[in-house]
């Protein structure tokens, strides 16, 4: 299952209720423009119990097309690269953070 930006910001919603559907929107994509904007300029972004968000380097390669198997040569790249907190892989273990969402 997965959860939408929408749906994120919903749940938000509900949990904090003296906050609008509005500024919970604009509070989550405060928070991502943030992390976008710091990953781009190389920074690591560290959310404590989480995770740590970092830039990955793929250096170039020569690949394959799959039409016709031309070799194509496959320019560097900085991926976005993202590594469980301690807390965050133990709740995952244990179940505690996987609850049954209601299905659409």
């Given amino acids: 299952m997965v959860m939408t ?4 910001v919903a749940e938000l919603a509900e949990r904090f209720g003296h906050l609008t559907q509005k500024d919970t929107d ?5 928070i991502l423009d943030a992390m976008t904007e710091a ?3 190389g920074h690591r ?11 990955n380097r793929r250096p170039p390669r ?3 097309n ?11 790249k900085l991926v976005p690269h993202f590594k ?7 709740a995952v273990d244990a179940g505690k953070a996987v609850a049954p969402r209601p299905t659409r």
């Fill in 26 to 30: 604009f509070a989550v994509k405060t």
């Fill in 62 to 64: 020569v690949g394959r």
């Fill in 45 to 55: 972004v560290e959310i404590r119990g989480f995770g740590s968000f970092s830039i």
């Fill in 5 to 8: 930006r929408s749906e994120l």
């Fill in 66 to 76: 799959p039409r016709n198997g031309e070799q194509v040569v496959v320019p560097e």
């Fill in 84 to 90: 469980p907190g301690k807390a965050l892989r133990e």
């Fill in 39 to 41: 990953l781009s300029k």
